[in-house]
């Protein structure tokens, strides 16, 4: 699996955007980019997922280059809710039951 | 649906005690996972089975069994406790492209 590299930390005002990067170089054409949180040592939580295009769900926008070699999480609106660890996977389509995550960034939004 | 359950919450073990870590999951799901989370870091796998009958080793297999008897059990079994067996497990139940986490269970071997 191509690894990916995060930031350790970053903060966000409430209510402001959050752009969570990740850093993928050595991706290959089959893999997906996957988004997951972990609340205050819960369950990680599944956010988002793509292969190449742009996508978009309730939760969360994930933007991927056109090479395919970085992606952006983007949190619209942060909330205090959205304070997490925020994990960027990337694994062949059908393998999401065996996830590799890595330290992934921990967000904390401000008040 | 309860989603994915897991039992106990807590446990505390002595050294080479063996236990029996229970998650079960009730929405039809083929694939089930069991990661480990030690402090600070992500999760790692340990076992997982794509059915009823059969499993496979993750990345972090040794000292833990597992097996899979019915679409919706997914037991992991620690055969000799160890310290460095002390984290938090979490089970997960997939359907493409989502895994389903449930809410861990915290042990401590001493």
């Known amino acids: 699996d191509a690894k990916t590299t995060q930031p350790t930390s970053m903060d966000c005002a409430e209510g402001r955007a959050a752009n969570l990067p990740c850093n993928h170089s050595?991706?290959?054409?089959?893999?997906?980019v996957y988004w997951y949180r972990q609340i205050h040592s819960q369950g990680p939580q599944y956010i988002i997922h793509?292969?190449?295009n742009n996508e978009t769900n309730e939760m969360a926008s994930l933007i991927i280059t056109e090479d395919r070699k970085s992606s952006t999480l983007i949190l619209p609106h942060a909330t205090l809710r959205d304070t997490a660890v925020y994990y960027c996977?990337?694994?062949?389509?059908?393998?999401?039951?065996?996830?590799?995550f890595g330290a992934g960034t921990t967000v904390t939004v401000r008040a | 649906n309860a989603g994915v359950t897991q039992t106990p919450k807590f446990q505390v073990l002595k050294t080479g005690q063996s236990m029996t870590l229970q998650c079960a999951q009730d929405?039809?799901?083929?694939?089930m996972s069991w990661y480990r989370q030690d402090p600070g870091m992500g999760l790692r796998l340990i076992h997982y089975?794509?059915?009823?009958?059969?499993?496979d080793q993750g990345e972090v297999p040794n000292g833990y069994n597992v097996s899979r008897s019915t679409t919706e059990d997914f037991p992991l079994r620690l055969l000799s406790a160890a310290p460095s067996q002390t984290s938090v497990y979490f089970c997960?139940?997939?359907?493409?492209?989502?895994?389903?986490f449930g809410p861990g269970t915290r042990l401590t071997v001493t």
């Open positions: 997960a139940s997939s359907y493409w492209p989502e895994q389903y």
């Open positions: 050595t991706i290959s054409g089959n893999e997906y």
């Open positions: 793509g292969l190449k």
């Open positions: 996977i990337v694994r062949e389509g059908g393998n999401d039951y065996k996830l590799s």
């Open positions: 929405m039809n799901h083929e694939y």
């Open positions: 089975s794509v059915g009823a009958g059969i499993t």
